[in-house]
């Protein structure tokens, strides 16, 4: 049974960091590409950042260029999202997601199959 637990989320201010954690299980991990989204409240959930199964391409959406970094560690089974100067504007639950069809990195919400539980990232002002 495919179960993915993200961590890491809570309070921070405004041009602070977070490294939120995802830990997958019930699956070949590597195989697969992960992805980050998010969603604020009143809003879709977006695309945030995308990594293939080995970790060699990787995805982050325009807002988040250069202040986000997603990374895997598949001998832990786990993907990364590290938040650095983060603004109220992150302020959201954050979903790690699989993806189990194979082959290029989608950054498509409907395209991920398995989703974690999310985790609340607030960012005050």
């Known amino acids: 049974q495919v179960h993915l637990v993200e961590s890491g989320g809570g309070l921070v201010q405004a041009g602070g960091s977070l490294r939120l954690s995802c830990a997958a299980s019930g699956f070949t991990f590597g195989r697969y590409n992960m992805g980050w989204f998010r969603q604020a409240p009143g809003k879709e959930r977006g695309f945030v950042a995308a990594?293939?199964?080995?970790?060699?391409?990787?995805y982050t959406a325009d807002s988040v260029k250069g202040r986000f970094t997603i990374s895997r560690d598949n001998a832990k089974n786990t993907v990364y999202l590290q938040m650095d100067t983060l603004k109220p504007e992150d302020t959201a639950v954050y979903y790690c997601?699989?993806?189990?069809?194979?082959?290029?990195?989608?950054?498509?919400?409907?395209?991920?199959?398995?989703w974690g539980q999310g985790t609340q990232v607030t960012v005050s002002s």
């Open positions: 997601a699989a993806d189990f069809q194979l082959g290029a990195v989608r950054m498509s919400s409907a395209q991920y199959e398995n």
């Open positions: 990594i293939s199964g080995s970790g060699t391409r990787t």
